[in-house]
């Protein structure tokens, strides 16, 4: 088999994707990367449902940076880019880049744990699977970093329960509708504001019917929000405009 090192999506941006301006929304643009990730590690013969099933394994996400550029438009073709960077510390590096006719428009960086299914703990980075190679592309970018965010408990707070329809079939909140919430826990002045860089921190998963507390700092040209489950910290994530 080639060893497509970076994979490219062609897609095009659905109705169901988009906000009231018609533009791609912040919780799709983290989907796209989900199923793009998804299909790239599939194609090199290891589909979430072989790495539990098979290894024991899964990758999660811990920590996602995303710059906007532009975002697409309803309708509009995009191809969606998506490569892994070599291995280092204790995790791996996706990249996903979004283009429309030579336009960048998005670029996003990932950080993803393997995780063992049954204990839950991180396990070190691996090179291979079932003897198979894991493709690693040389490109590092350095365009889209992630950020260091610390937790908080100053601020406005609003209070979100989980429901069902919430969950993946990981049991717990998609990391996709993070985002949702961030974005419904803006400020009203910052609602219809573009924004240029959206940051986040997964620190603990939340599951069906948890209430998440959301605490909010409007800080001018950016809004911090912590999101914590009975006093512990879910997620911390910015948003810059």
Known sequence: MEKNTVYRWENTVATYDVDQEGKLK???ILKYNQEAGEQHISMQGFPAATMRADFGLAFVVSAIAVRVYRRPSVGEKITVETWCEPIKKGYYTRNHRYV???EVL??????YPLVDTNTGRVTRPLEQLGGKDLLFDERVNDSCEIQKLQPFDQGTQIDR?????????NGHLNNTRYADLVLDSLPQDKMNNEIKEFHIKYKEAAFLNDNITICINNKGDCVECCGKREDRVCFIARCCF
């Open 26 to 28: 912040m919780s799709a």
């Open 100 to 102: 429309a006719r030579g």
């Open 106 to 111: 998005i670029e996003c960086k990932g950080q």
């Open 161 to 169: 329960r989980i429901f069902y329809t919430d969950i993946d079939y």
